[in-house]
Each structure stands twice: as C-alpha cells, then as structure tokens.
C-alpha cells in the first residue's frame, strides 16, 4: 500500500487530472491483500516513474478499496465506484468468485461501461459484457487436471478410479471440484470418480482409503490445508501398491505444504494459475518483483495482478472514458515483455488467451501450469534443519541424508503462453 500511496500522492502532485484505476481487495486477508496490491503497485510505479513519466505529464492514480471478500459489501463497493467515483476508468478486482458474482449487475449496469478484471476469479458462473479475466477458468482448471490425472495414471498403467476430497463450504472448492469432474468423467477420458468427500467430514482420513481408488485429488480452502497435509503423510506410511497419486489445486502452492509436508508430499501435482518458467520475459518480471518487494517468492497472484493492470494501462489515453477504456480491452494484445511472461488478448467472453503467432491462427486460451513437488538439491541443509523453496529447475530423485531432505515445486508442465 505504501508504494501506490507515494505514487498516488505524485499524481495529485501534477497537473491537471490523474489516470485513476481502483483495485478492490479484502482487507482482511492480509497475504491475499498484498499479494494483489503488490502487482498494482509494481506496474503503477512502472508506469509513474522508470523513464516513462506517465502518460504526457498524466500519472495514475489508484483506489483502493476493501470488499471483506462479502458479497453484500462489495456489491456496495461497486456501485460507488459505478455511480460516485466517475473518474475510475476501470476496476482491478474482486478477488473471490462470489464477491465478483454478486457485483456483476453493478458494473453491467446502463451506461455503466466500466471494465472490471479480475486477477483471481476462475468461476465459470462469472461472464459480462464489462468482466475480464488474467487467470483461467475453472473450465480450464478442470480440463487440465483432468488431463494430467487420466496421462498418470495411465502411464503407470492403474485403473482410472479417484477419489477427490473438497471443502463443502467454500464455492472456489466446490466449482473446481465440479469442473474437475466433468472433464474426468467425460467419454474420452471415461474415469471413475468413487468417492468425494468433504474436509470436514469427522471420518475423513479413513474415507479417502477406504476405495479402489489410485488418486485422491485434494482441493481444500486455506483452513483444510494442514488435513491436506495429513492425508499425504497417512499415504507416505502405506506400501507402494496401497499408495495413492496425489493431484491438487493452487491452494496448496503454499510454504507450508513443504515445511510442514516434506517427504510425504514429494510427487505431489498441482495445476495452478500461474508459475514462472525459463523465458527471460518471466525471469525479467520475477527479477523485479524481487527487488521491489524482497520476498523469497513471488506469488501467482501478484503476477496475474500485474498483469491486470498492465492491461489497464495499455489502453489508458489522455481525456479517455470509461467506454473507450471498456472497447480498447475487447481488442488489447500485449506480448510477453508487458506482462509477468506470457502474452496476452481477451477473448469475446473476455476470457484469457494467448495472442496468435500469426492472423490465420485461432487465439489459444491461456493454460493453468502444472507444478510438481521434487526434492531441492541447490544447497546443502545440516541435519534436522531442511530448508524449502519454489524452484523451476527439473531435479532428478536421488538419495539424500536421513534428515537432510529438502523440498521444492518444480514445474512439470509449462501452461499460460
């Protein structure tokens, strides 16, 4: 917050009228928070400062604005920004699906014409002429999981019968669980889905072993993490032909799967939203956000939030309006030195995709990336004293000493662009 503050008081500073987005968050949630406010502030100070000054003398200004992640108040949210704060060219938000849903009437409202994009919403349910996204669809999600479940299990030659555990009172868990399903389910793929059971169902750890299945899919919300956690170690303590493949969603993209997970969460496959790879463009963005931030790891949301406002700032023009903002997005291609790696383009349903290499290609929609939890090799630990981290180098299994394992995600399968 403090770096869109200094730039925000810059803007006023100036001239004449500053550019003014809004970026709607849940104060409450202070990682979520400033995992999304981080990527607005990196591309803000880019765009205010670094040798481009702006838009002819013009800064950017942004709100910031806290939804709780309620649906109620941020329906309300929305409606000031609709109706009170005209000069907000475009919104960069709500973080949840059913906060997203519940503004949808607002910003689509007559003669509204202010673009909102989201950087976190995957619901299917979301789609408005006004609505954006720089992550993908649960659809996606779902496909790909799907997708990688089915390749698995097949190359190891075991039965398509999973088994997927879920948080029955989290809609992010329930649409990817049910998207996950549809794909699998599906005549081509033709899997068996022989249980689903809920975190917080009492008999939860004898449920998910009690089937023939040879996969669990686990997609918790950020309080199931650590039951997550125990069913991996329980499938750690069981013979290899009782072991299941374990498969899950970017909730568990998250320290403490490591630190807390360590050997028993090794082989565990996650398809997530965003994940950096090789490209200089990707190794650019994270060497910056770095250096702006000194965290040891930048979060996909802060990326797909960069990304969000980059595309806002792409069609910022001197004396525009909220209408011509809104038609600009429709038609925006932004390669992959803009972004935090991939290129990207909206579609009509204003979906994610990738820009097409020529004009007689289709634009493809940009892909979940599937990660791998693989032991870290890149320094040694003293014993007892195992250090995690992210990593995208490709590590090969191999003994280590008792004690002296470490643990890292590495990526499996580059998605996005």
């Known amino acids: 917050e403090a770096l869109i503050y200094s730039n925000n008081a810059r803007a006023l500073a100036q001239e004449g009228s500053p550019l003014t987005l809004a970026v709607v968050v849940p104060g409450d949630d202070e990682l979520l928070a400033r995992a999304i406010l981080q990527g607005v502030a990196q591309a803000q100070n880019e765009f205010n400062d670094e040798g481009k000054g702006g838009l002819n003398g013009q800064l950017l200004q942004i709100a910031i604005a806290d939804d709780g992640n309620a649906p109620e108040r ?7 920004l609709v109706e009170k704060h005209k000069s907000v060219l475009g919104v960069i938000g709500h973080s949840s699906n059913i906060a997203s849903q519940a503004t949808l009437s607002e910003y689509s409202k007559a003669n509204s014409e202010l673009a909102i994009i989201s950087p976190t919403s995957s619901s299917i349910w979301l789609s408005d002429q006004n609505f954006f996204r720089t992550v993908p669809s ?3 999600f779902g496909k790909q999981l799907a997708e990688l479940v089915n390749n698995k299990l097949t190359q190891k030659k075991l039965d398509k019968n999973v088994v997927v555990v879920y948080s029955a009172d989290t809609f ?19 899997g068996t889905v022989v249980k689903t059971i809920s975190f917080s169902d009492p008999d939860l750890n004898s449920e998910v072993f009690s089937e023939e ?9 950020q309080a199931s993490i650590d039951q997550a956690i125990e069913i991996a170690k329980i499938n750690a303590g069981l013979s290899n032909e009782e072991k299941l493949l374990l498969f899950g969603g970017d909730t ?21 939203p965003w994940f950096p790879d090789e490209s200089d463009q ?8 770095n250096d702006y931030w000194g965290e040891e790891k930048v979060s996909w949301r802060t990326a797909t939030s960069y990304d969000a406002t980059q595309a806002f700032i792409n069609v910022l023009s001197s004396n525009t309006s909220r209408e011509e903002v809104l038609e600009k997005l429709r038609e925006i291609q932004l390669k992959s030195d803009e972004t935090s790696g991939g ?11 990738c820009v097409p290499k020529s004009e007689s290609e289709p634009g493809k929609l940009y892909e979940p990336t599937i990660i791998k939890v693989v032991k870290d090799k890149s320094e040694p630990a003293e014993a007892n004293d195992a250090k995690f981290k992210f990593d995208l180098e490709e590590a090969e299994s191999e003994p280590a000493e008792a004690n002296d394992t470490k643990f890292e995600f590495d990526l499996e399968e580059k998605g996005g662009c």
């Open 172 to 190: 992010d868990s329930i649409y990817l669980k049910e998207a996950f399903e549809k794909q699998f389910k599906n005549e081509r793929i033709g």
């Open 74 to 80: 941020a329906k309300k949210v929305a409606g000031k």
């Open 138 to 140: 649960d659809t996606e």
């Open 343 to 353: 290129t990207l383009e909206f579609n009509a349903d204003g979906e994610r995709q």
């Open 282 to 289: 990707s190794n650019n963005f994270i060497t910056t956000a």
């Open 213 to 221: 299945a040879e996969a669990a899919i686990l997609l918790p919300n």
């Open 252 to 272: 568990l993209l998250n320290n403490k799967v490591l630190n807390q997970g360590k050997e028993a969460v090794e082989g565990l496959v996650l398809a997530v």
